[in-house]
């Protein structure tokens, strides 16, 4: 089972409803995350053969589940960094697991 088919699920049953907030914020709802995750899970998988591992090195923002639902759309799969890692440990995890493609906050 492909994880975003927890989104898919949700937003056909919940779409209007809060999904993602920052804070107290509505950032997106179930199916504007859906809808966003889809066009950006298109612009991945023309970049990645399906399976291909995508980094996300990000901080803790809303973007990020937007980021995590798009690589599962595409069929790829994430590797998710830890931002408070030492950039040895970084580099390291990024050699190792040879991503398609990285999603990296500004300022990391």
Do not use: Q
């Amino acid at each position: 089972m492909n994880l975003f088919t927890l989104l898919s699920v949700s937003a056909a049953r919940h779409g209007a409803r809060g999904a993602v907030y920052h804070g107290e914020n509505l950032f997106l709802t179930y199916g504007a995350l859906e809808d966003r995750a889809l066009r950006l899970g298109a612009a991945i998988a023309r970049r990645c053969a399906p399976a291909d591992r995508v980094v996300i090195l990000a901080a803790n923002c809303p973007e990020y589940v937007e980021i995590l639902f798009a690589i599962w759309a595409a069929g790829a799969t994430a590797v998710p960094v830890n931002a408070k890692l030492h950039p040895l440990e970084v580099a390291a995890i990024v050699e190792n697991c040879e991503p398609s493609l990285l999603f990296v906050s500004s300022g990391l």
